[in-house]
């Protein structure tokens, strides 16, 4: 004899809708990671975006070295909203990069491209960055380090921060460098400035820097994929030009 469950809780369609169109995304999201099915001595990946091929060498020994779902999605993201946040020859700067795939992406869409993140995760940063924008990018990125909060107005001086965008995927996990993180985003932001932010919710500490940072900023949902846990953001200074 079958069991058919009838679900409790009725769904309104406006949600059903929205699940389903949810998990359509994600799909094809994740669709665009392939992992190599031989074991070979250095992890890598390959991602599908902008009609590119992009290999992703992890380093497994650091924690920024791994490519996060939040990333794929601001990959997607960029890619699928080329015309209203059209990256070609402006001026983008990502923060914690790790392995690089959003910067190379933003660099395949024409952009002037800043990967920034700690020193020990450069080399690596460096080398996909490379293997995958030389002779395919209309302009060669530029990585740089970038701990935040430290030598802020010697590495990145106020008056030479001139950045279009800044990209942040999954930059707030359990670290206690938040105050500092708001401390970068603050100092690289001109008043046209637009951050775009991918960030998967995990702990209460996301929530109350998500508080502190609205204190300074202005913060839009443009997107959110339930099923992964992730909201998509676009923040800006508060009241520029209101003085």
Not at 45 to 50: G, L, N, V
Not at 108 to 136: C, F, W
């Amino acid at each position: 004899r079958t069991h058919t469950h009838t679900h409790t809780h009725t769904h309104t369609h406006a949600q059903t809708r929205e699940d389903y169109d949810d998990k359509q995304v994600v799909t094809e999201i994740m669709a665009r990671c392939f992992i190599p099915t031989s074991i070979t001595t250095t992890s890598w990946e390959s991602f599908h975006f902008i009609g590119h091929e992009i290999r992703i060498t992890e380093a497994m020994d650091c924690y920024g070295a791994v490519v996060w779902p939040s990333a794929l999605v601001l990959c997607y993201f960029l890619e699928t909203n080329a015309k209203q946040y059209n990256m070609v020859d402006k001026n983008v700067i990502e923060i914690g990069a790790g392995t690089g795939l959003v910067s190379i992406v933003a660099s395949l869409l024409g952009a002037h491209v800043t990967a920034t993140d700690l020193p020990e995760l450069l080399g690596n940063l460096q080398y996909n960055i490379s293997r995958n924008t030389k002779m395919k990018s209309k302009h060669l990125p530029q990585v740089k380090e970038l701990s935040w909060g430290v030598a802020l107005d010697t590495n990145f001086p106020r008056s030479s921060n001139n950045f279009d965008y800044i990209l942040a995927a999954d930059v707030v996990y359990a670290h206690p460098f938040l105050e500092e993180l708001l401390i970068t985003f603050d100092h690289l932001c001109k008043e046209t400035t637009i951050i775009l932010w991918a960030m998967k919710f995990r702990l209460e500490k996301e929530n109350k820097f998500i508080d502190r940072f609205k204190e300074l900023f202005d913060l839009e949902e443009i997107s959110s994929f339930p099923s992964l846990n992730i909201k998509l953001y676009k923040a800006v200074k508060k009241n520029r030009r209101s003085v």
